[in-house]
């Protein structure tokens, strides 16, 4: 919807030294914690945890609601404090949406994506971030 899509968010504004209001995707964007895959615009965690701490970030606190080490999955709840409020936000990892690779770290991906999720919604940002991603590719 227009609401959350990135590029509408013109309702979150911050002054620039230049006085010139910047959204937030702008100040993303020009910090380079947005990353471009098939054409479309993903944030990154970096991103995120930056404008988490300008922007009145408290604290995170991850909790793992569930856990199968013979499955390889993972559900885990991130909750964000800040002067914005309390928002939460859940991640999860299998084998169908991690790369083979990144198996061995199941629980810090969907801690990852618990936070990305969280900090998404603390900061009103629309844009999925890259890590919420499942592999692009077979070989991922």
């Known amino acids: 919807c ?18 010139k209001p910047e959204s937030l995707i702008d100040i993303l964007r020009d910090g380079g914690h947005i990353c471009k895959l098939q054409g479309k615009e993903y944030v990154l965690l970096s991103g995120l945890l930056k404008l988490g701490h300008e922007n009145g970030l ?15 999955s993972a559900v885990v709840k991130c909750t964000i404090v800040g ?21 061995p770290s199941f629980i810090r991906m969907a801690e990852t994506r618990a936070k990305c ?24």
């Open 58 to 72: 408290e604290s995170m606190q991850s909790d793992i609601i569930h856990m199968d080490l013979d499955t390889q």
């Open 2 to 19: 227009d609401e959350h899509n990135p590029q509408n968010q013109i309702h979150q504004i911050v002054e620039s030294k230049s006085s």
């Open 117 to 140: 999720r969280a900090l998404r919604f603390y900061l009103g940002i629309g844009m999925c971030a890259r890590d919420e991603l499942p592999p692009q590719t077979k070989e991922d």
């Open 83 to 103: 002067s914005r409020g309390t928002f939460d936000g859940i991640g999860d990892a299998t084998p169908k949406n991690l790369a083979k690779r990144m198996l």
